[in-house]
């Protein structure tokens, strides 16, 4: 199965077109971060929270030093990006996945 981490921004639009059930009914193993959950709101957190809870996504969350740093190497290498966007970056690499984003400077 393919591994397909989710950026905020996603998720968002996700929970606003009210598809957010749907896309997690696809054949992918769906990611994010915790950092990206922290940066929803409440209406938008709920439905993400439960995806979770059903095992349907899997929230990583960083507690290893090693993680830290590399999420940090990269913020430090690339401007214009948040920690959250490098947190889903680093992840994907990590665990070669997909990167999932609408972000204009993360895709590139």
């Keep these: 199965m393919k ?3 989710n950026d905020a921004n996603i ?3 996700l929970v606003k077109l009210e598809l957010i059930d749907a896309f997690s009914k696809l054949d992918f193993d769906l990611h994010t971060t915790d950092f990206v959950l922290d940066e929803l ?3 938008q957190k709920t439905p ?3 995806l979770n809870n059903g095992k349907k996504l899997t929230v990583i969350e ?3 030093t ?3 740093q590399g999420i940090t190497t990269i913020l430090e290498k690339s401007t214009g990006l948040s920690f959250e ?3 889903v970056w680093y992840y994907s ?3 070669s996945g997909i990167l999932l984003t609408g972000d204009g400077k993360l895709r590139k």
């Design 3 to 5: 591994i397909v981490v």
């Design 85 to 87: 966007d490098c947190s």
């Design 11 to 13: 998720l968002i639009y």
């Design 62 to 64: 960083t507690t290893e």
């Design 93 to 95: 690499k990590k665990m």
């Design 41 to 43: 709101n409440d209406v």
């Design 48 to 50: 993400i929270v439960n």
């Design 66 to 68: 090693i993680d830290f």
